[in-house]
């Protein structure tokens, strides 16, 4: 009886391992996760919000919606769809907003993975 056990424990992990290697070999996708390799940096200069985002990483496989809001109401300033490839930097400018004190975030959205909702960066310039 134990003899048949071990073959048939044997057998089923034959087939389990037969079936990862299959899938795998056929390419099905796998489970996306939430990294963006990528540096942002801010910066307040003459009255002017800037994000600078630096792709850390390889090239994107889709585009991302790279989109700067004013936080408090979440109204949208600028957004701009692009893939950034391995290296790639892009600025965003928010011009003359020293006076009125707002906060405003920086949200990459990517098309090949689902993202919660949450700012990348965020900055008051005074």
Known sequence: ?????????AAILFCALSWNGEAL?????RAPKDILDMNVSITCKDGDATFTITNKG?????????????????????NRRMRLGQGQ?????VPGVAGDNPEFGLWV????????????????CS
């Open 109 to 124: 959205d990517t098309s090949w993975f689902k993202r919660d909702f949450s700012y990348d960066a965020k900055i008051t």
């Open 89 to 93: 930097r892009v600025t965003f400018r």
């Open 58 to 78: 390889e090239t994107w496989p889709g585009v991302g919606n790279l989109s700067v809001y004013t936080t408090g109401a979440a109204k949208l300033i600028h």
């Open 25 to 29: 070999a056929q390419g099905l996708p």
């Open 1 to 9: 009886m134990t003899k048949i056990l071990k073959i048939f424990s």
